[in-house]
Nanobody, 125 residues
Framework: VQLQASGGGLVQAGGSLRLSCAAS????????MGWFRQAPGKEREFVAAINWNGGSTAYSDSVKGRFTMSRDNAKNTVYLQMNSLKPEDTAVYYCAARGGVSYYAYQQESAYDYWGQGTQVTVSS
């Protein structure tokens, strides 16, 4: 499985970005997907997750109400719409995929089998 994350960049505080993660190499439509991020000097942390059909999502408290995760199974792609960005959102953002069918949105890193290469998001104050 290959996961290609894109859409990162430099944005001012209060701005928006949309990250994309395109999956290839295996059937995607039944996989749970997640977004995680890692800021300099910090451990990687959970951001958002979605189940196989988009019917269940989960968000960290720090992004709830500002970020929205969605998926388009026809395009083998998940998205992370990030609004009202803050400097503390600055990090490398990683997408991840679970093997097998996922009826739930998983928040634990250990639940994911495949990881993308990451995309840098920088929010200036």
């Amino acid at each position: 499985v290959q996961l290609q994350a894109s859409g990162g960049g430099l944005v001012q505080a209060g701005g928006s970005l949309r990250l994309s993660c395109a999956a290839s190499g295996r059937p995607f439509g039944r996989s749970g997907m997640g977004w995680f991020r890692q800021a300099p000097g910090k451990e990687r942390e959970f951001v958002a997750a979605i189940n196989w059909n988009g019917g269940s999502t989960a968000y960290s408290d720090s992004v709830k109400g500002r970020f929205t995760m969605s998926r388009d199974n026809a395009k083998n792609t998940v998205y992370l719409q990030m609004n009202s960005l803050k400097p503390e959102d600055t990090a490398v953002y990683y997408c991840a995929a679970r093997g097998g069918v996922s009826y739930y949105a998983y928040q634990q890193e250990s639940a994911y089998d495949y990881w993308g290469q990451g995309t840098q998001v920088t929010v200036s104050s």
